[in-house]
């Protein structure tokens, strides 16, 4: 998980280092006509800042240190049935517990940032596919933490996207020509901010633009080897 959404704005995001443990346990179950899949993950990492060195002939120098540590359960259903209708339901939900190095202190307000921080992040999908040709894809992504100092401008980085996409294959398909080397799929999406950084107006301060300034639509062709 990274900090999309905001950072400190004293220092940059800086580097990973070091090692980072990842596991999952996942629990996978074939019915033929169906399946599911479901499991737990988490990783842990520790992320060096760095600041801006007072030294002109220096950029940065080493700054603290964060830790982050992962926490996440994911799903998944799908139906096949004879592959004229094929139905996919996803749902995904992360917490990062976050210890910080440095708690900076806002200039303004005089608060100072806490020593330990949660991050959530959620998202929930659907995909509907008929005879393996045109499909729909909708989803729903929602982030949010709060820190009154790190997350500029408001303190908290609450976001809710709205994501849905057509598309269509003209061949790709299993019985299709030169299966599965030959493939296309052309795409329509539009992706939709409902709140950035906590609202939906002047999301980055006082006069700037609204969450569905950030809204975009992309049409794209894709071909996979």
């Not at 443990?21 to 629990?27: D, I, V």
């Not at 030294?55 to 700054?63: C, D, K, N, V, W």
């Given at each position: ?19 980072a ?7 996978l ?25 007072p ?9 603290p ?17 004879n ?11 992360v ?8 708690t ?13 921080a949660?991050?959530?992040e ?10 393996q ?7 729903v ?39 599965p ?13 409902d ?16 969450a ?14």
């Open positions: 998980m990274q900090d999309r959404l905001g950072q400190d704005p004293q220092s940059d995001p800086g580097r990973f280092f070091g090692l443990p990842y596991w999952r346990l996942a629990y179950h074939d019915m033929k006509t169906q399946f599911f899949g479901g499991g737990i993950y988490g990783m842990s990492a520790k992320r060096q800042l760095a600041v801006t060195s030294q002109p002939l220096q950029t940065e120098r080493s700054g240190s964060d830790s982050l540590t992962d926490i996440g359960a994911d799903a998944m259903y799908e139906y096949l049935g592959r004229e209708h094929i139905v996919q339901l996803r749902a995904n939900a917490r990062e517990s976050r210890r910080y190095g440095s900076p202190t806002n200039p303004f307000t005089g608060a100072v940032a806490p020593a330990r949660t991050v959530r959620l998202t929930l999908a659907a995909t509907y596919v008929f005879r040709s045109y499909g729909i894809t909708a989803a992504m929602r982030s949010d933490s709060q820190d009154p100092v790190r997350y500029y401008p408001f303190g908290r980085t609450t976001s809710k996207v709205r994501y849905t996409e057509l598309f269509w294959t003209p061949f790709g398909k299993e019985d299709s020509w030169a299966a080397w030959a493939n296309l799929r052309l795409s329509a999406v539009w992706n939709r901010f709140k950035f950084n906590g609202g939906t107006q002047n999301v980055f301060g006082p006069f700037s633009p609204n569905s300034a950030l809204d975009w639509f992309q049409i794209y062709a894709q071909v996979t080897f």
